[in-house]
């Protein structure tokens, strides 16, 4: 091999190089899309409208937006991503509620988001509250504990779906408290909250949004919240934790996630976009204003947290037999 080939080689490679260089700088590089699994309105929506405008501020040379892909238990919008380059370019809005527990209640499901999706980053999470009706006499923790042993089979509790969080934290519950409230499944928060009014049903672990200003003017009585902390829309309600029950925390996550293979640069850009935005005021203040509990977590956390959170909903599926039937 003479000089000038030498050189040649040399060149190449150092050109190769420097394109390798460049096309990790310039991600992103095209448009960009935040999927949701959902049709536009409810909270998976909000998320991804956050994401996306986190992203346009971030990424402010590119085009940044929201494209609604609903249908299938969230099959749908997971499969147009995983047909799409793996890249970061498609985020998908998800978390526990959509990603994890229809997992664990349905193992069969065509596409297991455990195995085909990279956590990115945690914006935010959703916490319930643990309400009972007017009717029901109750007002402590242990008092509703002790109505619920002395009425065993006779209570009712509601939930937004089998295999929702809600009917998740109730069976949680009634393992714990020892209590034995039967499920009735409802389609939607404000059936239950109906359900709660008419007395069909006694007891709910309801998300925040749809009964916080119920509870602010009596409607309905809130015993505790799910969360780690107190709410900052419900301040004076304690949580479970607090109230004795050792670790009993659940609450409905939400965060950005890239098909695998995306390329690792490009996560870590993408992360360190979303926790910037998410603990900028104005987020926070619209993300708290939508009934959210701003919970920022950076990719490695939000990938831990993932693995743990379906360890444990996982594991209280298969010891209380939780099934699409039940």
Do not use: C
């Not at 065993?152 to 939930?159: I, P, T």
């Not at 928060?189 to 509870?215: C, R, W, Y």
């Amino acid at each position: 091999m003479n000089r000038r080939d030498v050189l040649r080689l040399g060149m190449a490679a150092g050109l190769g190089a420097a394109g390798r260089a460049w096309a990790q700088e310039e991600f992103p590089n095209r448009l960009m899309k935040v999927v949701v699994p959902y049709p536009p309105g409810g909270i998976t929506d909000l998320l991804g409208r956050v994401l996306a405008d986190i992203l346009a501020k971030e990424f402010p040379a590119k085009p940044v937006i929201v494209e609604n892909k609903g249908g299938g238990t969230g099959t749908v919008a997971q499969q147009y991503i995983l047909q799409q380059p793996h890249d970061g370019h498609l985020l998908l809005s998800g978390g526990l509620g959509g990603l994890i527990l229809p997992t664990i209640l349905n193992p069969s499901l065509p596409i297991n988001p455990q195995e085909n999706f990279v956590p990115v980053a945690q914006l935010a999470e959703l916490m319930n509250v643990l309400v009972v009706g007017r009717d029901v006499e109750a007002r402590t923790l242990p008092e509703l504990v002790a109505y619920g042993k002395t009425r065993v089979g006779k209570l009712n509790y509601g939930s937004n779906g089998v295999g929702t969080l809600a009917h998740f934290t109730s069976v949680l519950f009634n393992q714990r408290a020892g209590t034995h409230f039967v499920h009735i499944p409802y389609r939607s928060s404000g059936e239950i909250i109906t359900g709660l009014k008419n007395g069909d049903i006694q007891v709910s672990f309801a998300n925040l949004p749809s009964v916080a200003a119920l509870v602010r003017s009596g409607s309905l009585r809130a015993i505790a919240v799910t969360g780690a902390r107190r709410a900052q829309a419900l301040p004076d309600v304690p949580t479970l934790v607090e109230l004795g029950m050792e670790d009993f925390v659940a609450t409905g996550w939400l965060g950005g996630y890239a098909p695998v293979g995306t390329p690792q640069a490009n996560i870590d850009k993408l992360a360190d976009a979303i926790v910037k935005g998410g603990r900028q005021p104005e987020n926070i203040q619209r993300l708290q204003t939508a009934g959210f509990e701003v919970t920022v977590r950076g990719h490695a956390d939000f990938a831990a947290w993932n693995r743990s959170e379906f360890v444990k909903w996982n594991e209280l599926a298969r010891r209380e037999n939780i099934r699409p039937e039940a």
